[in-house]
């Protein structure tokens, strides 16, 4: 099992641009999340799913989209990045909510310029 | 007062010796606990859960003092592939997952 993937792993963006980050989990977890980590902050909470077709905002929602069209699969989308987005993402999956272990990704590092 | 505070460190310490992080939370309706191990450009992967009664896997000992809020590793025997960040999380006991929150995390440098 690969576990928890993503891509890509690297992207350089100018501001204004639009790109969208692909997780895939081969768990069948149900629940997704994806999560941003900068320097001097823990790893805060973007959006996340409890099931497929399902979504809603974290902590930092302000300027992401996500969808969760299938289960394994679980997308975020910037649509007009701006620098204060470069940071490192990461997406997890867990198999039922709350005090669950979450599995992460090898993480996509996002520099916008 | 943050969510959940942790010293970032670095501890820089010899092979061999024992040292110890702690972690502090403010709400007390907190109900689950973790630590997490994340190495350098990695992603995080869960080290253990901490249980009431406190619980050892191995060389690393996890505690829970609820009267004064904060969870507790303790690293015996120190090998150098103990380097890495640790983080502890922090959950409430049901849903609320975007209340789920992760300390900066603690620098561990074991030095040969």
């Known amino acids: 099992n690969a576990g928890v993937t993503q891509t890509p792993k690297f992207r350089v963006l100018k501001t204004g641009q639009s790109m969208t980050l692909l997780c895939a989990q081969d768990?069948?977890?149900?629940?997704m999340y994806w999560y941003r980590q900068d320097p001097g902050m823990g790893l805060r909470l973007i959006h996340y799913?409890?099931?497929?077709?399902?979504?809603a905002k974290g902590e930092v929602p302000d300027g992401y989209n996500v969808s969760r069209l299938k289960k394994q699969n679980f997308l975020l989308g910037l649509e007009s990045a701006a620098p204060s987005q470069t940071s490192v993402y990461f997406c997890?999956?867990?198999?039922?909510?709350?005090?669950?272990?979450?599995?992460f990704g090898p993480g996509t590092r996002l520099t916008v310029t | 007062r943050k969510e959940v505070e942790q010293d970032p460190g670095p501890f820089n310490v010899p092979e061999g010796a024992t040292v110890a992080f702690n972690c502090t939370y403010s709400?007390?309706?907190?109900?689950?606990f973790f630590w997490y191990r994340q190495d350098c450009r990695k992603e995080p992967k869960l080290l253990m859960s901490v249980y009431s009664s406190g619980n050892e896997d191995g060389r690393f000992t996890a505690q829970l003092n609820r009267a004064s809020q904060y969870i507790s590793l303790l690293i015996r025997d120190s090998k150098l592939s103990d380097s890495a960040t640790y983080l502890c999380?922090?959950?409430?006991?049901?849903?609320?997952?975007?209340?789920?929150?992760f300390g900066i995390g603690t620098k561990l440098q074991v030095i040969p």
């Open positions: 999380v922090v959950m409430p006991l049901s849903g609320g997952y975007q209340k789920v929150t």
């Open positions: 799913s409890v099931g497929e077709g399902t979504t």
């Open positions: 768990m069948n977890h149900e629940y």
């Open positions: 709400n007390s309706a907190s109900q689950s």
């Open positions: 997890a999956s867990s198999a039922l909510g709350g005090a669950q272990e979450q599995y």
